[in-house]
Structure formats: C-alpha cells, structure tokens
Nanobody, 116 residues
Framework: QVQLVESGGGLVQPGGSLRPACAASGFIFSTYGMKWFREASGKEREWVAIIDSNGRRANYADYVRGRFITSRDNAKKTLYLQMNSLKPEDTGVYYC?????????WGQGTQVNVSS
C-alpha cells in the first residue's frame, strides 16, 4: 500500500533553514509528480510546491517562491523540501502528497516551528 513518511521538521529561528524529507513506498515513485502542502493551526491546508516525476520542473506558491526548493531522489524514493529564509508564518505541519488513480495520499506530516 502507499506510504508517505515525512521527517526533518523542527524548531528554527526566523531566517533559518530546514530540509524536510518524505520517504515513499508502495508505488512506482519515479512515475508520479509529488506535492507539498502545509497546514497552520486553525487554518486550511494549503499547497506549497509541486515537482514532476523526474525532478526537472517544479512550481511554487507565491508565498514560498524564491525561498523554498523542492527536489527528489528517485533512486532513494525520497522527496525533499529545502526551506530557507524561514518566517514565523511558515509555521505549520508539512505534508507530502500524491494523487494516484484519483485518490489523494498523505503522510502523517512533520511539524515546523519558526520562532525566536
């Protein structure tokens, strides 16, 4: 079955960096585009980034563009999100996601806290 396991969150000061990862299994990772979402406390889950199946193209939400970079290692079946110049408003739970055969799959998320 499809499994997505996020890791790499934590507490960081404003201006700092984190690099969450998403380990995937149960499907052919190299054939699917992948997405990142985040959810702040009391707010709806929002889209952050998308990357195509071979990692050559990515796109970002306006509020993270220029600060976040997503990448993937298909040999390791792992998705990454390099987060730089973090702001307090980036605080939330970060999830990776795939849409496989019309169904959305989510990991358990990894908590990111940006605070001084």
């Amino acid at each position: 079955q499809v499994q997505l396991v996020e890791s790499g969150g934590g507490l960081v000061q404003p201006g700092g960096s984190l690099r969450p990862a998403c380990a995937a299994s149960g499907f052919i990772f190299s054939t699917y585009g992948m997405k990142w979402f985040r959810e702040a406390s009391g707010k709806e889950r929002e889209w952050v980034a998308i990357i195509d199946s071979n990692g050559r193209r990515a796109n970002y939400a306006d509020y993270v563009r220029g600060r976040f970079i997503t990448s993937r290692d298909n040999a390791k079946k792992t998705l990454y999100l390099q987060m730089n110049s973090l702001k307090p408003e980036d605080t939330g739970v970060y999830y990776c996601n795939i849409d496989r055969r019309g169904l959305d799959y989510w990991g358990q998320g990894t908590q990111v806290n940006v605070s001084s």
